[in-house]
């Protein structure tokens, strides 16, 4: 399992609060090239920022970013990963929701970052 390094609360709230999102990441295995990012709940302009914490965490030759668990996105989790782009080779990891598959589209990631039906795949690619 692979620590959480930021989680994001509402906008003024006490703990403890519902978390709106969080994100991990952790090397896979014995491959010190391979960084496996889990992002969670909604990713939008409030929360975006546990994104770039789990992406900037490690530098890898590959980094899979599983967004299995993430409920809703909108354009800012493309700039997220096209900044993480830059320096990193990025494979999605599904399944994805309907929503998610659309802004991946719509914002053109899916020319831009391979995707994967799943964790296990995307490490293989």
Do not use: K
């Amino acid at each position: 399992m692979c620590p959480t390094l930021y989680t994001a609360h509402p906008a003024g709230a006490q703990q403890p609060e519902p978390v709106l999102a969080h994100a991990s990441a952790c090397r896979l295995g014995s491959d010190p090239d391979v960084v496996l990012v889990r992002v969670s709940g909604e990713i939008d302009l409030d929360t975006v920022h546990v994104v770039h914490t789990a992406l900037n965490a490690y530098r890898a030759r590959r980094t899979v970013v599983d967004l299995s668990r993430c409920s809703f996105a909108d354009s800012s989790l493309f700039h997220a990963l096209v900044d993480a782009h830059r320096h990193q080779h990025l494979v999605l990891a599904g399944p994805y929701t309907r929503q998610l598959e659309q802004v991946l589209t719509l914002t053109g990631a899916t020319a831009l970052v391979p995707l994967a039906p799943d964790s296990a795949a995307a490490v293989r690619m």
